[in-house]
């Protein structure tokens, strides 16, 4: 958004906007406006006398982190417990299990990123491998070209469930959940339920 046409188009869209809709806006998709349009949005909010934690709302979605920050959150996720064993003695990683399932007529496949210790997530791959390994080839050809990948990926993804830091799995979960890691960042209850399983 460079010129200022472009900012009176937004504003006035915004202007025609109900207040629920804008509230909407405000609270749910503000993610990813510009700082033009982020601007626009609180002059309309304050102009209408609404809730100003509406103004809060949209900077939170379009906060941007630093690599302290971020790196900060890796830190918390590695350093909680377990999810599946509950342990706290070794610090937690990320894994990318991948299943194949086959039914003769259909093959069903998934990927899932799993936080825990390393040797939990060990398991989540052995587990997932030989799953695939009993159930994956039936589907011809799909189930067998898929049951190939998935052993691949299990086997690639173990590599990395010892590393010393926090592997790529890790940070990209914590990349996904970042608003949820920044808002409970000093509750560790409520870190601990994000990095269950879905
Ligand atoms: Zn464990």
Partial sequence: MSTGIDKELVREHYQQMSNEHLIKIATEDA?????????????????????????????????????????????????LDCPVCGKSS????????????????????????????????????????????I?????????????????????KSKKTNHLETANEHLKNFVLLKIKEFDVHQNDKQKLQQIILSE
Wanted: hydrophobic letters at 40%.
């Fill in 31 to 79: 993610a990813g406006m510009t700082p033009e349009a982020q601007h626009i949005i609180k002059e309309e909010i304050v102009r209408r006398k609404l809730n100003e934690s509406l103004i809060e709302n949209v900077q939170f979605q379009n906060k941007i982190y630093t690599d302290e920050e971020i790196a900060h959150y890796y830190e918390l996720a590695r350093n």
């Fill in 135 to 155: 159930m994956g080839w039936w589907g011809i050809p799909s189930g067998i070209i898929k049951t190939v990948q998935a052993i691949e990926l299990n086997k």
């Fill in 90 to 133: 070794s610090k937690l990683n990320g894994s990318l299990t991948s299943t194949v399932l086959s039914f003769i007529i259909f093959t069903m496949s998934s990927k899932t990123i799993k936080i825990a210790c390393p040797a939990c997530l060990d398991k989540a791959n052995d587990s997932a491998l030989s799953l695939t390994r």
